[in-house]
């Protein structure tokens, strides 16, 4: 059952479209600038532009959470007539979120790859963010859409099945 909710998430998701697109851009762009500091940072460089960056990731999925939560009261509503228990739910916003992560991740080492084909094509040696940096920061990002879920699940908790029943 878990596996399929899971599935249905990834798909309500991606039909999101534009909301979903802004925040994969988005979480791009922080996984790469957080891996290229967590480099600097593990090769002797300063901490402190990694913990911003790390605790502006947190605000974003805070925020992020905070958006999904919204548009889908309605159908969270309808989904909890429906028999959905609040642990579906969970898993619900928990796909979304960690869709949006994996596809971020993904187009950061896509780009990585061009990058170092061009550079090498060109004939210079490029310097590429290190496997171990970009392992973490994915993690870790990953680690903190926890909170984006949990803040999400909260409010959805709070939603009862008779809303989607007074709207129709």
Known sequence: MTFRILIKSLRLAIRTGKRFWIFVTIYAILMATTSIFLDGAINGGDILPVLGLVVGTAVMALFYGLIISGYRKMQVATLRCLGWTSGDIKWLFLGELILVCVAAALIDLEVIIHYMGIG?????????????????????????????????WRRMLKVKPMEALRKA
Do not use: E
């Open 120 to 152: 090498f094509y060109f004939g210079f040696t490029p310097a590429v963010i290190q496997s171990l940096p970009f392992l973490l920061t994915f993690l870790l990002i990953v680690g903190v859409q926890f909170l984006g879920v949990l803040v999400a």
